[in-house]
Structures are given as C-alpha cells and as structure tokens.
C-alpha cells in the first residue's frame, strides 16, 4: 500500500469507505488453522483495502480480542471494520486499536443512534437489500450512513437466512436507485468481479473467494487485479 493511501486511511476514512474495491468480510471457521487475522494480513498484502471482522458465534470477549488481532494484523494498511458489534468497535478503540468503522445490519442499532455513539470520523456501513430499505436510507440526514452493503448476489452458505438472490442485473437496478455508494456481496467470485464493477459497485465483499483460498494473497490478488481492469 502506498504512503498516500495509508495517510487517506487515517485522514478520510469515510471517503475510502465509499470507494472499496474489493472487500473481505471474514469467517472465522472458513480460515481455518490459519486465524482469522493471518488470513486478513494475506489478503491486505495482495490489494484488499477493507477487511470487516464478522463472527456471529464468538462471545463479547472473543470477539473482542479477534478485532483488536486483525487491527494488529492489518490496520495501518486497510479499513478495518466491525460487523454489527458497535459495543465491540468503542471497546477496541478505546484500547487502542486501529479500527475505522462498523457494518450494521436492519436488526441491529438504529444507524441514526450507531452514528451517534460513534461519532462524526468514523465508517458506517448498513445493510440493504429492498426498495423499503432505500427509501429509509433517503430520509437519513446526510453522513448517517457512509455506503451499502447490497445482496445477495448469489445464494451463499455464510448467511442461510439471505433474501433472494439480486444477481448482477438485480444488483445493477438496486444500485442506480440507491442514494449511496453500493458494495456487492454474496456469493462473490472472480468471475463476477467485472460485471459488478460494470454495474455501479462501489465494491465487491468477498468470504469464501480468500478465507477458504489455498493462498489468500494470490486470490488477493486477482480479484484486486479484475477490479482495477
């Protein structure tokens, strides 16, 4: 990464959270004997400019020493996010840790109190997925929420409770008519990279693609590649 955009990271961090690219959203069981924050530092090291720290199983204080080890791992050199957790996020900065933000779901805190309790520099991100959603989204007061995390695009296994399935064209009219920048998730892989891209993603959240890759630089890598073609 360059010095350039090591100093947007700690300068604009919201900019750069509305320009992603390509986006790992962890798992803790896809990464294996290899942790989660090893898997993150490799896919830093091959391009990824976001990496958000999901776990949906761990309790308060695992959870909690996973973020500050991905911040550890990745946080002078990407976005490093907390899924759903706002508690979690305040905790880790509180302790020192470089993190920049939260993704928040519909059922999580409301993004108008989220972005209260975090205050004005820091990345909010909210799930999306339904004309309904966007339509909420318009009547927040600019700078709620910084971007949308709209899918899926296909079926996946990381999220068994997910709304049917977008693909690229559904994703494209979800995101021309979304007031904020849109990142694609679901299901992703290298082959759906362009055509994401094509369709207005402001970036494209891949698990599965590195977490589960023989070598998460590599597959880093590649997709970084796909996007900036």
Not at 34 to 59: D, N, P
Not at 104 to 133: E, I, Y
Request: with cysteine; net charge neutral; proline share 6%.
């Amino acid at each position: 990464m360059s010095a350039g955009l090591q100093s947007e990271l700690f300068r604009r961090p919201r900019a750069l959270a509305r320009n992603s690219g390509i986006y790992l959203v962890t798992d803790t069981v896809q990464c294996g004997d290899r942790g989660v924050a090893a898997v993150a530092a490799a896919a830093v090291a091959g391009g990824v400019r976001t990496v958000q720290v999901r776990e949906k199983h761990a309790s308060a204080s695992e959870f909690h020493a996973l973020v500050l080890a991905v911040a550890d791992a990745v946080g002078d050199r990407a976005l490093v996010l907390v899924d759903d957790r706002v508690d979690i996020y305040l905790a880790a900065r509180a302790a020192g840790a470089r993190v920049h933000g939260v993704h928040v779901g519909q059922s999580d805190l409301p993004v108008t109190s989220v972005r209260s309790l975090v205050g004005p520099d820091a990345v909010v991100g909210l799930t999306a997925n339904t004309p309904a959603h966007l339509e909420a989204v318009r009547k927040l007061a600019p700078g709620t929420v910084d971007y949308l995390g709209a899918g899926v695009i296909h079926p996946t296994s990381t999220k068994p409770d997910h709304p049917a399935p977008l693909g690229v064209d559904g994703f494209r009219a979800f995101a021309s008519a979304a007031p904020l920048p849109c990142v694609a998730i679901g299901g992703i892989g290298l082959p759906d990279i362009r055509d994401l891209r094509s369709a207005g993603a402001s970036g494209a959240a891949v698990v599965s693609a590195i977490c589960t890759a023989a070598d998460p630089q590599r597959s880093a890598e590649e997709l970084v590649a796909a996007w900036e073609s």
